[in-house]
Nanobody, 125 residues
């Protein structure tokens, strides 16, 4: 089992930046590919980005490409989401997730085995 805890959310003005963290405990963090998803009120949970176990490959949704960056530190068992040039439409609860297919960039939420509880990001205009 893997336990995931997100942190770093908050309120920021449009154009600002935030960095989210996802801390893992339990089984070996480096055995998992990781992903970020978000869910706005009344909407489906959507893919934001993902990273393979080594950090050597990442993939982003078109809506965040060029603005968001995912990284991971396997020694610290932590994944990060650096969010720059934030827009009001980025407002959502952000979730991190772990997938046992460690070498694959997993874009579908059904491909993930473990989820965090989420952290709220609110971008004001």
């Amino acid at each position: 089992q893997v336990q995931l805890v997100e942190s770093g959310g908050g309120l920021v003005q449009a154009g600002g930046s935030l960095r989210l963290s996802c801390a893992a405990s339990g089984r070996t963090f480096s055995s998992y590919a990781m992903g970020w998803f978000r869910q706005a009120p009344g909407k489906e949970r959507e893919f934001v980005g993902a990273i393979v176990w080594s950090g050597g490959n990442t993939y982003y949704a078109d809506s965040v490409k060029g603005r968001f960056t995912i990284s991971r530190d396997n020694a610290k068992k932590t994944m990060y989401l650096q969010m720059n040039s934030l827009k009001p439409e980025d407002t959502a609860v952000y979730y991190c997730a772990a997938a046992s297919k460690a070498w694959v960039v997993v874009r579908e939420k059904y491909g993930y085995d473990y989820w965090g509880q989420g952290t709220q990001v609110t971008v004001s205009s």
